[in-house]
């Protein structure tokens, strides 16, 4: 595991756009698995401009959304369907056929499920996967629990995530209480992972995935066991990890 600890979220995220541009560039057909959430808005910004000016293309790219809410209808503006569109694919030339992200208002969630994970392994699977993380050390929708999901399916959301996202709702209640995610074993899959965390609320949770033992309790942990993982964080979400119990196989960079 690389962990890589830029000066702010600025820096961070510029970081995180350059690793995406880059393996566009090398292959122009790659497939990526992204995320939602606060943290990798100014990624995407940072993407829409390197597209604007040329120095990345993605019309050959394929991509795979982590995670949708149940019950939410692809125009309702909480979906993760609207903040894609809106927040990047409106502004780069992804092809609309090229893009798949889980239907949480299907009428047979668990057929949209398998079909989706399904999707995933036809496609040759995922060549880079961007990761965020919640606040109890969640990645996509896949809870801390005594067992965690190995493919594609449907979750139930803690009480702490469903506070913890009910900023961007008008009401806690209006969060919902279930979501389609990627599984752990889908995840894991994918040729090479970035995860992004900024501030001081995601602080612990980045130590317990960087120091702590691999556990279902803290989903990112498993991330440990991935062999070309690199996590980028700024300085407060780095403040807590402990440099000189870092796990056998990690390696911090100070940039
Ligand atoms: N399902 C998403 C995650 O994929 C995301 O990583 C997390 C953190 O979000 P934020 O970046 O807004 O803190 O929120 C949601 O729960």
Redesign the pocket.
Known sequence: MRIIVEKDYHSMSKKAALMLSSQITLKANSILGL??????LAMYDKLIEMYREGEVDFKRVQSFN??EYCGLAAENENS?HYYMQHNFFKDINIKAENINIPDGSSSDLIQECQNYENKIKQSGGIDLQV?????NG????NEPAEKLNVATNIVE?TEE?IK??S??FASKDEVPQK?I?MGMATILKAKRIIL?A??K??AEAIAKTVNGKISTQVPASLLQSHPRITLIVDQQAASLINQSELSANCYLEIC
């Open positions: 995320a939602t959430g606060g943290t990798p982590l995670d993760y990761l965020g993380i919640g606040e969640h990645i996509g929708f959301l995530t913890a996202n900023r961007y979501a995610s992004l900024s501030g609320n995601k």
